[in-house]
Every structure is written in C-alpha cells, then in structure tokens.
C-alpha cells in the first residue's frame, strides 16, 4: 500500500509596495498567496495603508480557519530560514497557524508551521494550534472501571451547600519594574535634598542661538519634514530623525561625511540600523560597513543622497541659512533632557516646535504628526506629547473633544527660545564668564570612592550634577553645561576609575584602577615571625679601627673570611 503523501503547509503574504517611484509617496497592498485579485486603491497616507493591510490580513485569518491536522512545517520546508537554527534542531510538535509580522509593519506573513519552529521564532502571535512545551500533556495511569454499587446500597450523600467551596487560588503576575525606574523611584532620594537644577531654568547657552530664531525656519521645517516623507526616507522614527539631520547638514552637491562615533549617544544618540535602514531604501547612496569601521580617530566616510544631488535650494534653504537651521535642529532634537528618550519622542519634539508661534503655543494635528513622524498610529501623538510634558519640553497638553480634533500644545519656559519668532530669550540674571571645564586629573580615586559609597547606600548610580557637585563648586552665573559634563565623566572612564554604561546615570559604578588600588589597600602585610632575645656581641671595631677577633667566633665565619688571625 503506497504511502500517504502529507501536504505542505499553506502561507500567505501581505505586503505594502510603494507605487511608481518612491518619491511619489503612493502605496498599494499586494497579497501574495491568497488567490486575491489586484487592489486598485492607492494609498498616500502610510497610516491608511496599514490599516487597510491589517483588516485584509484580518480577513484572511477568519478564511484559512484552524489549521491542518497533518501539514508539513512551513518554515521547516525552507531549511528553517525564519528562525536562528542554533535554537531549534528539528521540526516537530503540532501544525500552527502563526502571524509574523516584520520590523517596519510593511509585511505580514500568514503560515503553518511546527511548535518548535513557533517558540523560536521572533514576533510571531499563535492564532490557533499549536501548543507551548509547559502545557504537553502529562500520561495519567489508567484508573480501575467503577464498579456498580448493589441496589441495597442507600444513595451517595449529598454535598452540603451551605459551605462555600474553596475559592481557587489565582496566581497574580506583577509587571517587573526596570532599573531606570527603580532609580528614579528611589527613596533615599526623594528624602534627600539633592543639588538638581530648576526645572525651568537653561541649561546650556549655545552660541548658535545666542539669537531668537526666525520665523521662517518653522515653515522650512515642515516643508522638509514633508519633503522626506514624500521621499520615503525611512520607515521608522529612528531612520526619519537621522534622515532629517542628514539631511540639513549636508553641502551644496548633496553629500555628507559620516563616522560610527556621530550616532552614540553623546551626539545624535541613534541606532546604527537606522543608517542601515535609509541606504536599503535608496535613500542614501553609502557604505554601511565603511561608516561602521570609522572610528573616533579614524577618517570620515563619504555619503550621498542621490535625490538631493542639487541642494536645498528647492525647500527654500540657502547655503547661508542651512547652518542655522542645522543647529537649530540639532539643538532641539539632541537636546540634553530629551537624549534620554526614544527617538519617535525626540522627532515629535522638533515637530511641535516648528509649529509653535512666538509665543509657544501651537494646534498640532495627529494625523499630520503621526505621518510625518512615522507613528504606526495617529493615536500615538498624544502619548508622544504626554511625554514631552513629562520631559518639561511642553507646560501644557490639551487634547481635542473628538478623536481627529487638533491638540493644543505650549512650550515650557526652557525650550520657549527654540520656538520660531520667539522674541524674548530667558537670559540668567547675573551674567558671568564662560564655564571652565572640569579639571578631574587627579581626583579619580576621591571621585570613584564617592561613587562607590552612593551606589552601597542607595543601589543605584547618581546622576552626573549630583557627581561633580559633591567635589567642585559650581559659579552660579556660569552653570556646568551637560557637555561639560559628559566630557568630565568621559575622561575618568578613559581612566579607569568610573564605568558608564551607554550615558545611563543610574548603571554608573566604580572602575576597575579603583577596584584594584582597594585591593592593594586592604590586603594585609604577612605578620612578622618572633625573635629571640640575643646579647649584643662586640662585633664592631674597636677604638683603634681594627676589627675585633670576636667576629671568628660565628660559625661559618672562616670560610668567608679566611682563617683567624693570631
């Protein structure tokens, strides 16, 4: 009897393809697998697009219905290509039917496949079947048949009623609180009176806006927020803010120099697939792995944007205001109480500034916000501008009656001065000499012993103000700018006294030059051996300078010194 031959398991794909060329903006859905006819309806809004795409897909999970019983594994039949293979060895377990979403939310994969391929597999949601390896069934000896009680035997006793029965006990899972919260939850510190600035006060005077800022520059920055949308350049908040600094710091014939250094987080604080992310969309014409192998002391690598080949002359930005604009940019971006933030946050903010009047007040819109900034939902701006509250970037945040009804937004007295046509600046009162930089040459070990005595009291790193003022005094009319004290803290990592982990105050510990003079401190010297009391021998020179013959009465002495003299 030949063999039943099992069938492979069904997949289906959705994606969301740009139309025409890719500065169009235009999107289609195309669905690969399901039998569906072309979609004619063109999307311009990438909100809109997903949406459509995510109710097709909804409505082709309602048609594939439970998975096959007997079905071979999808990702198996691709050598396993979906998943790391050090995770899983081979396919086996129930057929499932999974839903695989990718990174950018522009490609959503239907498919069966085995439970071992579904638990190691990345961002995949089990839509029926399947099972996880904690609920395999459990063999359960086989218990004896009943035996019929006799017809004499009285009727078994009821259960009494009146006794509630056990409630069930019910496992309640807490959501485990990160270490950045615990830091900032701490309270020792809330007790304490700890040397912070005000809330709105400034925290670094930029030459570049020792002036207000033009009212045009927020018309120019929309307008190139706009341009970049169109343009499809990157489809996360990461790709789109790196895209717009890119994009107001590069020369006339449309290129650019970049190194791996500029996307710390002491700089543009970006991940490096956001670069990887604008090159695979054709955005930018440049070498990822050159531009990752450049270093701090290494040379910069030159990029290209191919559409932008002839400037910003089209945007209505000069050469002689693109500067401007650039630090504008960037100082509202990478500004130092939002560095902390991700980067969808840190994008919103430059967009709220730019539609803020001189006043600091604005209408934004969530729609237009959430498009231009790459949100995966207009419902997400209100959250983004919460946070902002938060940050103290905006003082007030009043959303609309209705869902598409604008929100309204004011600046806070610190970030005013960055608000296009702002004509009053908030200047210090008394006006003092520049800063001096931290000197920390030679008290690394006071520095670090001060750290570790925070960190055994508190559990948690301080903060680089909280640092630097318990060691040096600070001139209220020049205050520390957060450069400096990056710069300070930099120097006593390079050092070795200090470890910081990726500018994260809190994870901030003593280095290893401290750790181990501590050891060489605490270790004690061997304890000395005990003596004998012996009398002094006249063994020096006598008056005269001759030597006395009592030295040949040590043993061993006449073969050093030759025989005894008479």
């Not at 669905?31 to 995510?54: F, H, I, K, N």
């Not at 060895?89 to 499932?96: L, M």
């Not at 498009?371 to 983004?384: E, F, I, M, N, V």
Request: net charge positive; hydrophobic share 35%; proline share 11%.
């Amino acid at each position: 009897m030949a063999s039943e031959k099992v069938p492979l398991g069904r997949k289906l794909a959705v994606r969301l393809v740009p139309y025409g060329t890719p500065a169009a903006g235009v999107t289609v859905i195309s669905c690969l697998g399901g039998g569906c006819p072309a979609d004619p309806t063109r999307y311009r809004d990438p909100v809109d697009a997903r949406t459509a795409a995510r109710t097709h897909v909804a409505w082709h999970i309602k048609e594939f219905g439970p998975p096959a019983q007997r079905a071979l594994c999808r990702c198996g039949h691709g050598r396993c290509g979906w998943h790391p293979r050090h995770r899983v060895t081979r396919c086996a377990g129930p057929v499932a039917l999974v839903l695989v979403p990718d990174v950018e939310g522009r490609v959503w994969v239907i498919a069966e496949i085995c439970a071992n391929c579904a638990e190691a597999m990345p961002r995949v949601k089990v839509l029926s079947g399947g099972r996880p390896r904690e609920q395999q069934p459990v063999a359960v000896a086989a218990r004896p048949a009943a035996v019929d009680p006799p017809p004499t035997a009285s009727p078994p006793a009821r259960p009494d009623l009146s006794v509630p029965p056990p409630a069930k006990k019910t496992k309640t899972v807490e959501a485990k609180a990160s270490e950045g919260d615990r830091a900032r939850k701490c309270e020792i510190c809330a007790t304490e009176a700890r040397p912070t600035t005000p809330p709105d006060a400034v925290q670094e005077q930029d030459p570049d806006q020792a002036q207000p800022v033009p009212a045009r520059f927020g018309a120019l920055a929309a307008d190139t927020l706009r341009y970049l949308d169109c343009g499809q350049a990157g489809h996360s908040p990461e790709a789109r803010l790196l895209a717009l600094l890119l994009t107001l710091r590069m020369r006339r014939d449309g290129t650019f120099f970049m190194r791996s250094c500029e996307l710390s987080a002491l700089r543009m604080d970006l991940p490096p697939w956001a670069l990887k992310e604008l090159i695979v969309c054709g955005w930018a014409d440049a070498s990822f792995e050159e531009v990752c192998a450049a270093g701090p002391g290494d040379r910069n690598v030159e990029c290209r944007i191919p559409e932008l080949r002839d400037g910003l002359s089209h945007l209505g930005i000069t050469p002689s205001v693109r500067s401007r604009v650039n630090a504008w940019a960037l100082n509202v971006a990478c500004h130092p109480s939002l560095m902390d933030r991700p980067a969808g946050i840190r994008l919103g903010a430059f967009y709220a500034t730019a539609h803020c009047n001189a006043t600091g007040h604005a209408a934004i819109y969530p729609r237009d916000m959430a498009k231009l900034c790459r949100y995966t939902s207009r419902d997400l701006a209100l959250p983004a501008l919460e946070a902002l509250q938060k940050s103290r970037w905006l003082r007030q945040v009043q959303p609309g009656y209705r869902a598409g009804d604008p929100i309204k937004i004011t600046l806070s007295q610190s970030a005013r001065r960055f608000a296009p046509g702002a004509t009053s600046l908030p200047t210090p009162t008394q006006p003092g000499p520049h800063p001096k930089p931290l000197a920390v040459r030679g008290r690394g070990h006071e520095i670090a012993a001060w750290v570790d005595s925070y960190v055994a009291r508190h559990h948690h790193g301080p903060r680089n103000r909280e640092l630097f003022a318990a060691h040096y005094e600070e001139d209220p009319r020049a205050r520390w700018t957060d450069v400096m004290m990056a710069g300070a803290l930099a120097r006593l990592a390079d050092d070795g006294w200090l470890l910081t982990d990726n500018n994260r105050w809190y994870r901030t510990r003593p280095g290893p030059t401290y750790l181990r003079r501590l050891l060489r401190e605490q270790a004690t010297d061997p304890p000395p051996q005990p003596t004998r009391h012996r009398q002094p021998s006249p063994l020096a020179a006598d008056a005269e300078g001759q030597t006395l013959r009592g030295l040949w009465n040590i043993p061993g002495a006449e073969a050093v010194l030759g025989p005894c003299p008479q």
